[in-house]
């Protein structure tokens, strides 16, 4: 028989009234480190993707009708924006939870600010990621096509929209699901300390 998670989860937090702040920066400091780690790898598959996608999407922006281009340029400048997003936010926070000479608090804290700035960069995904690449992906495809083909161009953006909604649903159940109980519990362990 399984237990659910939220049997477990009241089971961990009963295990964490029960630690010292020692044993309680460790533990933290064990979940943060995988927590970086994913972070880590996320952030490089996005690098790299977007590398990929701009070497493709760079000789549509050299050459072809005027408005494809300009799409072409869209999209460039929002894999720009993502790689951008994507450093900004791993680098909040300040130092590390590693860090041996922080006080407890004071890793919780910083650790509490790492995750919600990946709350922050995950609940904006839609202006900062889905956005430029459809709009601009749209506008590409739509100059390609040229003003007789506007049907095959509005199925294009009707399937874009699509996508978009799943992307942008995906990451807000990654919020619900990992970001929002991490910052519970870090909040949680903040408040026992303070007490």
């Keep these: 028989m399984t237990r659910s998670p939220r049997v477990r989860a009241s089971n961990e937090d ?3 009234t029960r630690l010292g702040d020692e044993e309680i920066l460790a533990l933290v400091q064990t979940r943060a480190r995988r927590f970086e780690r994913q972070i ?17 999407i760079a000789p549509a922006v050299a050459r072809g009708p005027l408005v494809a281009r300009l799409g072409g340029a869209v ?14 936010a791993r680098r909040m926070g300040g130092r590390s939870l590693t860090d041996v000479t ?7 804290g910083a650790e509490l600010q ?6 922050g960069l995950l609940g904006s995904v839609a ?3 889905v956005s430029p690449i459809m709009v ?7 100059g390609r096509n040229g003003r007789g083909a506007w049907l095959q161009t509005l199925a294009y953006a009707a399937l874009a929209a699509l996508l978009s909604w799943g992307i942008i649903a995906l990451n807000q159940r990654a919020v619900r699901k990992t970001l929002q109980p991490k910052r519970d519990e870090l909040l949680a362990l903040l408040a026992r300390l303070d007490s």
Excluded at 40 to 55: H, M, N, T
Excluded at 75 to 88: K, P
Excluded at 114 to 119: D, E, G, H, L
């Design 136 to 142: 601009g992906s749209v506008v590409m495809v739509a």
């Design 102 to 108: 922080l006080p407890v608090a004071s890793a919780l």
């Design 14 to 16: 009963d295990d964490l």
């Design 127 to 129: 202006w900062w990621y």
């Design 75 to 88: 999209i460039l400048a929002g894999l720009g924006l993502i790689v951008f997003r994507l450093w900004r």
């Design 114 to 119: 790492r995750v919600n700035a990946q709350i």
């Design 40 to 56: 880590r790898l996320r952030d490089w598959r996005e690098v790299i993707a977007s590398g990929v996608v701009a070497v493709l």
